[in-house]
């Protein structure tokens, strides 16, 4: 049995095209509660990525994003899907810090004390977490109630020493899920009095390393990449794109960097001929993006649904 992807472009289209896979796994059409079977686990994955210290909403100031994201908003639609699925993991791919006030005066205490009582589960680095230095990151980490996963920053001669995991394995109904991160190339982008003596290890090695571990140690069902690589360039730097094809044993990429809006993930075979999937959802916290896994308890595949969520004034309508 092929993995099939359902997508739709809201919430609301979600739940409508839920009778369309539904009727594909043998159950009733009903709420997506009642989708997992007695053979059948729904794991429900929220993500977002370069959310750059937005708490507010855009400003209704005729911008294309006017009226978009806000913190509050988000949190109860986060709030929303929980009270539906019982196994929901909330990820983000990097770039917490940056771009308001907010982090020029708090120095990112709000944002992660915000993240924290969203519940967030984990997160990576992305490049604009290192502006207040190593230092001053670690001086707000304890805001953060989930893990920072990095693969391939190697943080021993610096104040971050010990304080970050590679990976974090979590456990659904019997579902077991590996995640880890991997982050961009600092030279060139961050000040090297900010990064320290962190050192940039080879993304695609350190990928390689980490999905092979977690699927064939660990014996993950599902292993994700938070990946602040970028989505895709037109030069050889290794992107999303890129580590998804040099890889095996990756099955889902949760880009960022990019601010790359897809609408749907985008499916790109590995070294083995298997599919990964790469998704990102724009930027600012305008979107909350959705994908739900179902596994076959029998046959240990699964079939994928995706959807993304804009965070705005009807998510509560």
Same mark, same amino acid.
């Given at each position: 049995m092929e993995e099939l992807l359902f997508?739709?472009?809201?919430r609301r289209e979600f739940l409508k095209k839920a009778g369309t896979i539904a009727g594909f796994l043998g159950v009733s059409a009903c709420?997506?509660?009642?989708?997992?079977g007695s053979e059948t686990v729904q794991l429900t994955i929220l993500h977002t990525n370069d959310v750059h210290s937005r708490i507010d909403p855009f400003p209704m100031d005729g911008s294309r994003n006017q009226g978009m994201g806000g913190v509050a908003r988000r949190s109860a639609l986060?709030?929303?899907i929980r009270a539906e699925q019982k196994n929901v993991l909330l990820l983000d791919a990097g770039d917490i810090f940056q771009g308001t006030p907010y982090f020029n005066v708090f120095g990112? +205490? /709000?944002e992660l004390k915000l993240m924290s009582d969203m519940g967030y589960d984990a997160s990576t680095f992305g490049n604009h977490d290192f502006d207040n230095g190593v230092e001053g990151f670690v001086k707000q980490m304890h805001?953060?109630?989930f893990p920072f996963l990095s693969s391939n920053y190697d943080f021993s001669n610096t104040a971050l020493d010990g304080k970050t995991k590679p990976y974090q394995i979590f456990k659904k109904q019997g579902t077991t899920i590996g995640v880890f991160g991997l982050g961009i +190339? /600092?030279?060139g982008l961050v000040s090297k009095s900010n990064y320290g003596e962190t050192q940039y290890l080879d993304p695609i090695q350190k990928g390689n390393e980490m999905a092979s571990f977690l699927k064939n140690e660990k014996r993950c069902d599902l292993v994700i990449c938070l990946s602040h690589l970028g989505y895709k360039y037109k030069d050889n730097k290794v992107s999303d794109q890129v580590l998804a094809k040099s890889t095996r044993n990756i099955d889902l990429i949760i880009g960022?960097?990019?601010?790359?809006?897809l609408k749907e993930p985008e499916t790109i075979l590995n070294?083995?001929?298997k599919a990964t999937l790469i998704n990102q959802v724009g930027f600012a916290g305008i979107n909350l993006g959705r994908l739900d896994f179902f596994f076959d308890r029998q046959s240990g595949k699964h079939k994928m649904m995706a959807a993304v969520c804009p965070v705005s004034e009807k998510i509560l309508v």
């Open positions: 997508q739709a472009t809201d709420p997506l509660a009642a989708f997992a986060i709030k929303s990112g +205490e /709000l805001n953060a109630k +190339e /600092l030279k960022g960097h990019t601010h790359t809006f070294l083995d001929g």
